[in-house]
């Protein structure tokens, strides 16, 4: 009934920049960064009676910033070399109920903690400038699953819950900017005819607020969103057709899409897109 694994890497990255356009006012801005680091993983499961099983994993990694990130810097030119790599530990337990027929549920608990994890120093004109923060945490829990409610319908459900703050420095207690504490999402189908030729289907989505900066000041509200969809899969001799049609954001609500994290005039909130209607067909012909 044990399961177990372990693995490592080991990474090496070089970074650099050939600056072209030297001219007075605008200084040679070549340069360049290496990293390398070694990542491993290592866990264990366990079939328990009844078709559970639980399992337990641990890991340590590393992320290095992108090119993207590393293009600005808060004061002066040239690529952004001061960034060091974000190291983090995790570990995860898991408690699964996964049978032949029937419902099937997940419980899965979880902790990263990072040091000089990326995140976003400034936004200024368009410019997006990158540092380190002295250590982050995140702490959640996610509740999963998937039922047939009765006949042809089913349901499918995620709840999550995620504690992300930093845990040193300036904004030790703080939220992480552009990271919501829950987000949950649930979805009804329902097949009249008892097969893939009518599908129809309900989703709900509801994310709780983001802070949009470090010191935690504004926060984008929470948002429900309400999406529709209706497909029909058929086999019409050698042809298979799928359609599909989604009606996204159905009842035309106004929220904050996205947030610009640490933007310097304070207009960090991006609006989403209201009520939208999508549409797609898929035809294959088996030779």
Known sequence: PWAFYVGARHSHLDFWVDDYFVVPGNPDDSGGRDYSHWSSALGASYRL???????????????????????????????????????????????????AKGPSYSLTLFNIDSTDELVVDQSVGGRTSYRNAAATERRGVEISGEAELAENWQLWLSLNYLEAEYSAGEWEGNLLPGVARHNHYAQLRWQPLADERLILGLGVQERSRVATADDNLQLAPSATLVDLALSSRQTLGSWQLYVWTRLANATDRTYV???????????????????????????NYLW
């Not at 600005?72 to 960034?83: E, I």
């Not at 995860?92 to 049978?99: A, E, G, M």
């Not at 947030?259 to 009520?275: C, L, T």
């Open 49 to 99: 009676p009844g078709d559970w099983r639980t399992s337990f994993s641990l890991g340590r990694g590393f992320e290095t910033p992108t090119l993207a990130e590393m293009a600005y810097r808060r004061q002066g030119t040239g690529l952004n070399t001061q960034l060091e790599a974000a190291l983090n530990r995790q570990q995860q337990w898991v408690l699964s109920h996964i049978p």
């Open 257 to 283: 899409g996205s947030v610009i994290v640490n933007q310097s005039n304070g207009r960090a909130f991006e609006p989403a897109p209201g009520r939208s209607l999508s549409a797609g067909l898929d035809l």
